[in-house]
């Protein structure tokens, strides 16, 4: 897997390369990083890649020139095709589908935006898929390139030191798509609050079922949207449903 990266920036993922369990992902190359700085493509002597934007207004515009020339330059450089990925507001926001999507790929060439954005002309003729982290604008896409390398390089085998960790996670689908149970640690108290009992008990049975109904219901206080969906996909038990019948419409908290 290779995800090739076009940015004005490339310093900022150096330190993302190097630390936690994800470096192993890079290190051992299961998951191959280049980074591309755009500017080596800028036009004239001072490397220009924005301009004004036509018909006026604030800020520049990425330029589609010096765009296409590194493209073509990765196109080279690289042994398959690969789709093109820019991150932007206008593209659908990145979820658990899709970056198990990236994770069994190959890879693909990611496009940092900075600026207003990218000339259209360009994303129209070379843009595959568009890609958003939510509904706020950041200042570049090299935060949504990270997090979509981060959230890829976990899910590769032997990148976790426990290779049944991201199974339980949340949002995954091929269990049940539901939130993750709350987790405790040392001490047994902490400022007057306990650890819950069932977690203590030793009993394996018992620790389940308290992590099955924690999980169930902080999904339905939360994520409602993602309880229904477990629902009509057939992914609870019966003593889910009875859990959730004895317990009553949760009100979702605004604060929390
Ligand atoms: C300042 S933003 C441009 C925002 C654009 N004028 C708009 O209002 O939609 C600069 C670049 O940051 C990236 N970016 C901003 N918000 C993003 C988001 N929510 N998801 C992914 N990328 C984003 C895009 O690559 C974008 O081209």
Redesign the pocket.
């Known amino acids: 897997m290779r995800f090739d990266i076009v940015t004005l920036f490339p310093e900022l993922f150096a330190p993302l390369l190097v630390s936690g369990v994800t470096r192993r992902a890079y290190e051992s190359g299961q998951v191959q990083v280049r980074l591309w700085d755009l500017r080596e493509h800028g036009e004239g002597a001072y490397r220009r890649v924005d301009d004004r934007p036509y018909g006026g207004g604030p800020?520049m515009v990425?330029l589609a020139q010096p765009l296409l020339e590194c493209l073509q330059r990765i196109r080279a450089d690289r042994p398959a095709a690969a789709p093109v990925v820019?991150?932007?507001?206008?593209?659908p926001?990145?979820d658990h589908e899709a970056v198990s999507h990236w994770a069994g790929s190959q890879g693909a060439i990611l496009?940092?935006?900075?600026?207003?954005?990218?000339d259209q002309r360009f994303i129209d003729a070379h843009v595959d898929r568009?890609?958003?982290?939510?509904?706020?604008?950041?200042?570049?896409?090299e935060?949504?390139a990270m997090a979509l390398l981060d959230a890829v390089a976990r899910l590769q085998p032997g990148v976790l030191h426990d290779e049944g960790s991201h199974r339980q996670d949340s949002f995954n689908p091929a269990i049940d798509g539901l939130l993750d149970c709350p987790h405790y640690s040392r001490p047994e108290l902490w400022q007057g609050r306990a650890v819950p009992a069932p977690l203590l008990s030793g009993h394996h049975a018992q620790i389940a079922q308290w992590r099955r109904e924690q999980s169930l219901l902080l999904t339905e206080r939360q994520r409602p949207d993602l309880l229904q969906k477990a629902r009509s996909s057939g992914h609870l038990t019966a003593r889910d449903l009875a859990l959730l019948a004895r317990q009553g419409p949760a009100v979702a908290d605004p604060e929390s």
């Open positions: 800020g990425m820019l991150f932007s507001p206008a593209g926001a990145l496009i940092c935006g900075r600026y207003e954005g990218v568009q890609i958003s982290l939510g509904d706020f604008v950041l200042s570049g896409g935060i949504a």
